[in-house]
C-alpha cells in the first residue's frame, strides 16, 4: 500500500515527523499532522497563527502537541519578543531575531563560516544545528530602526 507521501499528499518533513512520531510511540494522529504540516508549510507560527490555520484543533491541543513535538525533537521553540514561535527542525539554520518587534528573517546561507568558527573555539565535538542572531537595542530590523529614535 502507498504511503500518503508516496500518493502525494504528504510533504516530505511532515512524513518524517509522523514517521518520528509512530517510531516514539505516539500516534500521528490528524492534529498532529495538520500542525505539523502547518509549520513545514510556513516556519515562525505562533500558536494561534497555528490554530487559525488549523480550525479543526482546539488551542488547548495545538498548545499539547507543539510542546511534544519541541520535547521528541520534532519541532524548535524561538522566543523572539514576547511570544513564543515554531519551526520544524531541520529548517533554515542561521536566522536573526529582532526582539523588539519579533519578527524573524533567514539570512543568506552562509553557515560554514559560521560553523569554522564555532569549531575553532569549541573543538570539533560540536554539531552546529542552527544559529540565531539576536537584535535587541542597536541590532534591529529596518522597520525598527525606521520607527525609532536610533542611527547609526
Not at 13 to 21: C, P
Not at 66 to 86: Q, V
Amino acid at each position: 500500500m502507498a504511503t500518503r507521501l508516496e500518493r502525494g499528499l504528504l510533504q516530505p518533513e511532515v512524513e518524517r515527523a509522523a514517521r518520528k512520531l509512530r517510531d516514539l510511540g505516539y500516534k500521528a494522529t490528524p492534529q498532529r499532522v495538520a500542525i505539523v504540516k502547518t509549520l513545514a508549510d510556513q516556519p515562525y507560527q505562533k500558536p494561534h497563527e497555528i490554530r487559525q490555520r488549523c480550525p479543526q484543533v482546539s488551542l488547548v491541543t495545538v498548545y499539547r502537541t507543539l510542546n511534544l513535538l519541541k520535547e521528541l525533537g520534532i519541532a524548535r521553540r524561538l522566543s523572539p519578543g514576547d511570544d513564543s514561535c515554531y519551526e520544524l527542525v531541520g529548517g533554515q539554520a542561521l536566522r536573526f531575531v529582532c526582539e523588539p518587534c519579533g519578527r524573524i528573517f533567514d539570512l543568506p546561507e552562509r553557515t560554514s563560516e559560521v560553523e569554522r568558527g564555532l569549531l575553532e573555539l569549541a573543538g570539533p565535538a560540536v554539531e552546529v544545528t542552527h544559529v540565531e542572531v539576536y537584535g535587541r537595542s542597536i541590532g534591529r530590523c529596518e522597520v525598527c530602526l525606521e520607527n525609532s529614535d536610533w542611527k547609526a
